[in-house]
């Protein structure tokens, strides 16, 4: 392991932090641990020390990206070419070709800096925060807040903040794999460590952006931003986002090895041109000519602007993309696999039924509202009932939440299920404050989805007493008497409670089980063994998540585009079996956690894909989940909040975190997060995903055959012994202006009418599918037979070459200009789109034509570019051969749709 040095922002006494005992560290910050900084205190330091943020790295200057732009093969060919055409004293072409160079290197530029600065928006977007005390209250802050002297609490799924002396530990593990290397999470403890220890055996700090995998601490801030040991080593993260994704590596290696085997034609165009006797510098112009029209240079700088566009629009729509290449596979999905509470539901929980003493009551009222009244179902009156009292009172001690009233409307600080108890106990007329003076907290076990429950440990006069909260399953077993409503202890029916279970789920609500359980005065910490067995149960709670209402057409949404939607619940199977059946997904059967246990792996596989519905699953049965979807050959995409839910995150081909309740543990291992934790926000991204990718297709299918007709005119008149009909600067004005002012404009496009209604994309597919292929060839033949053909025509006639090129050329752009409108959509007549959907294409079709004017009609551009003015037959023949391409595709669209649907794109 690699030794790491000092790099703490304290003089502590001349020794680290981790050499110190922890109250000595705290007293030379100058905190008070149970309280923390004031924010006037932490303003000051703030101005002292700085944001805790890291120096961003040392990315490329503008001036150095502008310079890359010249670091290309196809770059070098067209220097090379300048270069010669100058020593020939062509300097009409020289400053041409120079020119062209530099325009394109220019639009590169323009196209880089925008793809990093929305990539770069992106990263900003998703901040982390920490828990802190600030006089006494605990506050969420954002992390770049953080100051020396804060008291942090941490607990599973964070990351740490900063770098944190720990004060006090319960089963605290953190992984240090962005730190030491080290994959194996290590255990933390308060004790000093030796001055000379090594990062990794530094027990008792936690270092910044390492992530907590179990367990809860306090801790106290002891370094910020560049003083942190990440800071010191901060070459080793400090990476900035590649632009790119496997298709656009798929592209560029397209691009370089099309590359050679151009210049290899282009070398067997020269010999057989000088072979047949023709001048060996007509013979170089040609050679030059096929390869700068032949080769698609433009097509990885337009996929990365669209692949831009197109993560901008996610983020718009809630969905950040953290890892590019999750935008092409949203395209693909064909699985959702979602969380049931706060992605599908509204995580807004609200008890309406408690359990307690043989008695069953109603709770009314809406929302965080502390008011309402308790109703008697059965049973005694609910002020007669002292089960009912301990049970609420359990619910609110047991509890981590807060209610504030903020702007007139009551709302949850923390997590909602516990928002729900407190409002609870407040309808009975429990307050907390009084509550916890009677019975102050000494000890907790905080939740962990591996145990299914809470305990926190009181004193409770002569005795300590631990409340338990959690599933019924995992604790009715730990029960061994129930409280009757005398407040005595008495014999426990499994099966009665149980059947209560199954009731209150039956009607939609998570149900959670309370019991107690009473120790000697003198107990200073609660174990998971103290709770294993001796509970005795108060009642049960049961709550409504109410579904959101976008919940149930995104769920038909998806179904229509043929991709499965199941839900993932650790509710009660009657409970996840009621949502599932509100929001539209199939629940014939629920598959719960324990029978999944009991498959293997083969059996898992055959009914996974027929089980929509999953109850009381465990986040490492979520990991099973995927990988027998994955077998049987579907596309996943998986959603996440918790530290345990990383595996399964990374495993499936999107995992999708949750932005708000999600834990930093989480959000590093996904690909997509969601930045309102709501389910519409994964179909709005797959969506999107579909419409990228459409719209990438489009961008391939046009500009390909552009190239491909133009390296068939250059070789068909080498190989006929005919003038050339285009020259290499008029290839080069061609490539460039249609790539920008009307490619680039496919981006743009909106997502067509039914694109959910399709099957989604089979990602062993071919980028061009063989419909795709024969087009594009077919559409380069038309360009090969207009422009040459009309070429000779005009020469024929005895026209000017001068003119007769600038036919040749007009074809090329007006024949690209109608085969756009084509590609607007690959299946579909554009009609259907609307004409005016796509403005910035009409605008880029106008802007092009204009050009192409002048480049016919303006003197300087005649003698930069050898063209000549046109009559309007010559236009005639050249709209005459556009339309003829536009029509052509057009009815080989319609006779697709009409005699083999099967065959259409998409």
Not at 7 to 18: D, E, I, M, N, Y
Not at 643 to 665: C, F, H, K, Q, S
């Given at each position: 392991m690699k030794e790491q040095?000092?790099?703490?922002?304290?003089?502590?006494?001349?020794?680290?932090?981790?050499?110190?005992?922890?109250?000595?560290?705290?007293?030379?910050?100058?905190?008070?641990?149970?309280r923390g900084l004031s924010e006037a205190e932490a303003a000051a330091r703030r101005a002292v020390h700085g944001p805790n943020l890291l120096t961003p790295p040392k990315a490329h200057g503008p001036l150095v990206r502008f310079l890359l732009q010249f670091h290309a093969p196809l770059v070098y060919i067209l220097l090379a070419a300048a270069a010669v055409t100058l020593a020939l004293r062509e300097y009409v072409d020289s400053a041409v070709i120079f020119?062209?160079?530099?325009?394109?290197?220019?639009?590169?530029?323009?196209?880089?800096?925008?793809?990093?600065?929305?990539?770069?928006?992106?990263?900003?977007?998703?901040?982390?925060?920490?828990?802190?005390?600030?006089?006494?209250?605990?506050?969420?802050?954002?992390?770049?807040?953080?100051?020396p002297g804060d008291i942090v609490l941490l607990e599973a799924g964070d990351k740490v903040p900063a770098d944190v002396r720990l004060i006090s530990v319960r089963g605290l593990q953190v992984d240090e794999s962005a730190l030491t290397g080290e994959s194996v999470p290590v255990s933390k403890n308060v004790d000093p460590a030796?001055?000379?220890?090594?990062?990794?055996d530094r027990l008792c700090m936690?270092?910044?952006?390492?992530?907590?995998?179990?367990?809860?601490?306090?801790?106290?801030?002891?370094?910020?931003?560049?003083?942190?040991?990440?800071?010191?080593?901060?070459?080793?993260?400090?990476?900035?986002?590649?632009?790119?994704?496997?298709?656009?590596?798929?592209?560029?290696?397209?691009?370089?090895?099309?590359?050679?085997?151009?210049?290899?034609?282009?070398?067997?165009?020269f010999a057989a041109g000088v072979l047949q006797g023709q001048a060996w510098l007509d013979m170089f112009m040609a050679a030059v000519a096929l390869a700068v029209g032949a080769i698609p240079e433009g097509l990885p700088a337009a996929l990365t602007i669209t692949l831009a566009i197109g993560v901008a629009r996610m983020a718009r729509r809630h969905a950040i993309i953290r890892k590019l290449p999750a935008v092409e596979t949203l395209g693909s999905t064909t699985v959702i696999c979602s969380d049931k509470t706060g992605t599908l539901t509204q995580n807004k929980m609200n008890v309406k039924a408690v359990w307690a003493g043989g008695a069953r009551y109603r709770f009314l009222g809406e929302g965080y509202e502390p008011a309402g009244g308790v109703q008697p179902v059965s049973g005694s009156p609910p002020t007669q009932n002292a089960a009912l009292l301990e049970c609420l009172r359990a619910g609110l001690l047991c509890n981590d939440a807060a209610l504030r009233r903020q702007n007139g409307a009551w709302e949850a600080e923390g997590d909602p299920t516990e928002a729900a108890l407190l409002v609870a106990a407040a309808k009975f007329g429990l307050e907390r404050q009084q509550e916890e003076q009677r019975f102050p907290r000494i000890d907790a076990i905080p939740f962990e989805s591996e145990h299914q429950y809470m305990a926190t440990l009181h004193q409770a006069g002569e005795r300590t007493v631990a409340f338990v909260k959690g599933a019924a399953e995992a604790l009715l077993p730990r029960?061994?008497?129930?409280?009757?409503?005398?407040?005595?202890?008495?014999?426990?029916?499994?099966?009665?409670?149980?059947?209560q279970v199954e009731s209150l789920a039956a009607e939609g609500l998570r149900v959670l089980l309370l019991a107690r359980r009473e120790f000697p005065a003198g107990m200073n910490f609660v174990e998971h063994a103290d709770v294993a067995s001796g509970l005795v149960l108060l009642g049960l709670q049961g709550m409504i998540d109410p579904p959101r209402p976008e919940s149930l057409p995104a769920v038909r949404a998806c179904q229509q585009a043929g991709i499965q939607v199941k839900m993932i619940t650790g509710d009660h199977a009657k409970t996840a079996a009621a949502v599932a059946a509100m929001i539209g997904i199939p629940a014939e059967r629920v598959l719960t956690g324990a029978e999944l246990a009991r498959l293997s792996d083969e059996e898992l596989a055959a009914v996974a894909v027929d089980v929509n519905v999953y109850a009381r699953v465990s986040p490492e049965q979520k990991l099973k989940?995927?990988?027998?979807?994955?077998?049987?050959?579907?596309?996943?995409?998986?959603?996440?909040?918790?530290?345990?839910?990383?595996?399964?995150?990374?495993?499936?081909?999107?995992?999708?975190?949750?932005?708000?309740?999600?834990?930093?543990?989480?959000?590093?291992?996904?690909?997509?997060?969601?930045?309102?934790?709501?389910?519409?926000?994964?179909?709005?991204?797959?969506?999107?995903?579909?419409?990228?990718?459409?719209n990438l297709v489009k961008f391939?299918?046009?500009?390909?055959?552009?190239?491909?007709?133009?390296?068939?005119?250059?070789?068909?008149?080498?190989?006929?012994?005919?003038?050339?009909?285009?020259?290499?600067?008029?290839?080069?004005?061609?490539?460039?202006?249609t790539a920008i002012l009307l490619g680039l404009t496919l981006a743009m496009e909106a997502k067509e009418p039914g694109l959910m209604q399709r099957p989604p994309r089979d990602p062993r597919a071919?980028?061009?599918?063989?419909?795709?292929?024969?087009?594009?060839?077919?559409?380069?033949?038309?360009?090969?037979?207009?422009?040459?053909?009309?070429?000779?025509?005009?020469?024929?006639?005895?026209?000017?070459?001068?003119?007769?090129?600038?036919?040749?050329?007009?074809?090329?752009?007006?024949?690209?200009?109608f085969y756009l409108f084509n590609c607007r959509s690959l299946t579909v007549s554009m009609f259907q789109l609307g004409m005016f959907s796509n403005p910035w294409l009409l605008a880029g079709v106008a802007a092009m034509a204009v050009f192409q004017l002048l480049f016919t009609y303006a003197p300087w551009m005649n003698a930069a570019f050898h063209s000549a003015p046109i009559g309007t037959p010559e236009w005639a023949w050249i709209l005459g051969c556009s339309m003829a391409i536009y029509l052509v595709v057009k009815a080989e669209k319609w006779l697709r749709r009409r005699f083999a649907p099967q065959e259409t794109e998409g």
């Open positions: 040095g000092t790099a703490v922002q304290a003089p502590f006494s001349g020794l680290p932090p981790w050499r110190l005992e922890a109250a000595a560290v705290v007293e030379q910050l100058g905190v008070d641990a149970a020119g062209v160079v530099l325009v394109n290197a220019f639009v590169g530029f323009l196209q880089e800096s925008r793809a990093l600065k929305a990539i770069d928006a992106l990263a900003r977007s998703m901040t982390t925060e920490a828990v802190v005390l600030r006089g006494g209250q605990k506050r969420r802050v954002e992390a770049a807040e953080l100051v030796p001055e000379d220890a090594g990062v990794g936690a270092y910044s952006s390492t992530l907590v995998t179990s367990g809860a601490a306090r801790g106290v801030v002891v370094a910020t931003g560049d003083r942190t040991e990440i800071g010191r080593i901060s070459e080793l993260i400090q990476t900035t986002e590649a632009l790119a994704t496997p298709l656009t590596r798929k592209i560029a290696h397209f691009s370089h090895f099309l590359l050679w085997v151009i210049l290899a034609l282009a070398a067997v165009t029960c061994d008497a129930a409280l009757g409503p005398d407040g005595a202890p008495g014999g426990l029916d499994r099966a009665a409670v149980m059947e989940l995927v990988t027998a979807l994955q077998s049987r050959g579907h596309v996943v995409a998986m959603t996440g909040d918790g530290v345990n839910d990383a595996p399964a995150l990374r495993r499936a081909d999107i995992g999708v975190a949750m932005g708000i309740a999600g834990t930093e543990v989480a959000k590093e291992a996904a690909d997509m997060v969601l930045t309102d934790d709501n389910f519409a926000s994964i179909e709005a991204a797959v969506e999107e995903g579909r419409g990228v990718y459409d391939i299918a046009w500009t390909i055959p552009t190239n491909v007709g133009e390296g068939l005119v250059i070789m068909a008149a080498v190989f006929t012994g005919a003038t050339l009909p285009i020259l290499p600067v008029q290839l080069l004005w061609i490539n460039m202006t071919p980028i061009l599918t063989r419909v795709l292929q024969v087009r594009i060839a077919l559409v380069s033949l038309l360009l090969l037979a207009g422009a040459f053909g009309l070429f000779e025509w005009m020469q024929m006639r005895g026209a000017p070459v001068e003119q007769a090129r600038t036919v040749a050329v007009n074809v090329f752009v007006f024949g690209e200009m």
